[in-house]
């Protein structure tokens, strides 16, 4: 466990390094954020029937979705190990005494953490004290407060779980564009990123209820806002349990597969 | 000019050298702005219409400008990526040919990847029109032709104020995607329905509004006033490129190289 926890540590003290990309990157999010708040609204002003989703919940919806960006976009990537497979130096990595799996697995956790944790606070502050309609309201009860931090830990796992198969779908074509964007594109759409999840069409949802990236964001966003009951969210904290053992199960056994049939060249 | 179409040909054959990753790269481009145009697609299923306008109209607002966007990202990559050319000091190997530097910067790259994005954006044009009832004659095309002209111009200007802050940066600077991805997010849905000091901004310090909103009011027929005033809007685009052409030649004489 101590390999991985350094690797971990050292990950995020390079990402608080770069403070200047992530005051970037807040203003940035604040632009968007009040960007796609403004086009809900403008949908919700027209609308004659009652819409799925009421319009408190799904500024809340957009604003944390905006503050926890680098925990649940797929995008979010490691250039590193790209180059590591591509250039063949992946050989120096087998060379440590730790699997690889978990290795790559602490490191993007690391990553992740260090860019969300640069970035999450300064956005908290400013949303929550931003006029009314943009306003982020508190999570609708203590309870809902702590299943949601429960849910994103958890939501994170699943990201980061889905994001290996990236990494190692690399061992195969040797290039990480492509088949990657397709994966991020699918499923940044299916993790409610460009429209909540309820706000889909009923047979949409049905697919997204499949997949596993509704679990990364929807699923924790909702229960913060009070939109998944208590209840039914512990099911669905269970639900994501089983996606984080099958997605590592899985991936761990695909790499090992890629790893049996790797041959590096010398040079 | 001959010198910038011969630029382009030796990118363009150049990136062809690696086919597979060459078409690869343009099918992903397509689906990045069709995810995005599915999910107006549903919102527009769902909620019917948008403060009055239609699902077709707002199609029509959102093909103009990611035409312009991939057109600009295909043909001023050149100034997008300019921040490497200032670290690696290739800069300087530029100002000492006998030719204008932005011409130089402008054909140092080209993304023809982008052609995927370009697809998707003319098919939701063409599919757009041909729903949308508007009786065609000369000026209303021409207006449309001149909004996704102008809306590369503007794009470009902004990747040209951003490269010209490497000057005194060295690194790039990611806020420029608040103008450039934000501003193409914002202006895929018409103007109006946006917050007032959304609407100024973006009408009268980048000028976006005016070659998407307001001439497209001409085009649908939903303007009052004279035609021609509508189908001069677009020509902010030239407008706005001037000053930024302008504070790019003062960034050049600043610049200090970086000696790699």
Sequence with gaps: MRPYLSVWKLRFILGMQYRSAAIAGIATQLFFGMIFLMIFQAFYSGSAAEPPMPLDRLVSYVWLQQIFLSLIMLWFRDNEIFQLITSGNVAYELCRPCGLYSFWYAKLLGQRLSSATLRCFPILLIVFFLPKPFRLSPPASPEAFVLFLAALALGLLVVVGVSMFIYISVFWTLSPVGSTLMISVAGEFFAGMIIPVPLMPHWLQTVAGFLPFRWTADFPFRVYSGDIPAGEALWGIAAQLVWIAALTAAGAWTLRRALRRIVVQGG | ?260
């Excluded at chain 2, 050298?17 to 481009?29: I, M, P």
């Excluded at chain 2, 057109?71 to 040919?97: N, P, T």
Aim: charged content about 10%; glycine content about 8%.
């Design chain 2, 1 to 260: 000019m001959v010198l910038y179409f011969k630029y382009l040909s030796i990118l363009f054959k150049s990136q062809l050298q690696y086919r597979a990753s060459f078409w690869l790269l343009t099918f992903g481009q397509f689906f990045i702005p069709f995810s995005v145009f599915a999910g107006m697609y549903l919102m527009f299923e769902r909620f019917g219409e948008l403060r009055g306008w239609t699902f077709y109209e707002a199609a029509l607002v959102f093909a103009v400008i990611h035409l312009a966007f991939s057109l600009s990202e295909c043909f001023a990559r050149g100034f997008d990526m300019f921040s490497g050319l200032i670290a690696s000091g290739g800069f300087d190997r530029l100002l000492v040919r006998p030719r204008s530097t932005a011409l130089q910067v402008l054909g140092s790259q080209f993304e023809f990847t982008r052609f995927g994005r370009l697809l998707q954006s003319a098919i939701v044009l063409v599919w757009a029109l041909a729903k949308l009832p508007i009786d065609w004659n000369a000026p209303r095309a021409v207006t449309l032709a001149l909004m996704v002209a102008c809306g590369v111009l503007i794009f470009t200007g902004i990747y040209m104020l951003f490269a010209t802050l490497c000057f005194w940066t060295v690194q790039g600077l990611e806020i420029g995607n608040i103008f450039t991805d934000g501003g193409r997010e914002m202006a895929q849905y018409p103007l109006d329905i946006y917050k007032k000091w959304v609407t100024v901004f973006f009408t009268f310090v980048i000028p976006f509004g005016c070659v998407n909103y307001l001439p497209l009011l001409y085009v649908l027929g939903r303007a009052h006033g004279h035609p021609a005033g509508y189908m001069a809007m677009p020509l902010a685009g030239v407008l706005f490129l001037l000053p930024c052409l302008a504070v790019w030649l003062i960034g050049v004489r600043h610049y200090r190289s970086t000696g790699s």
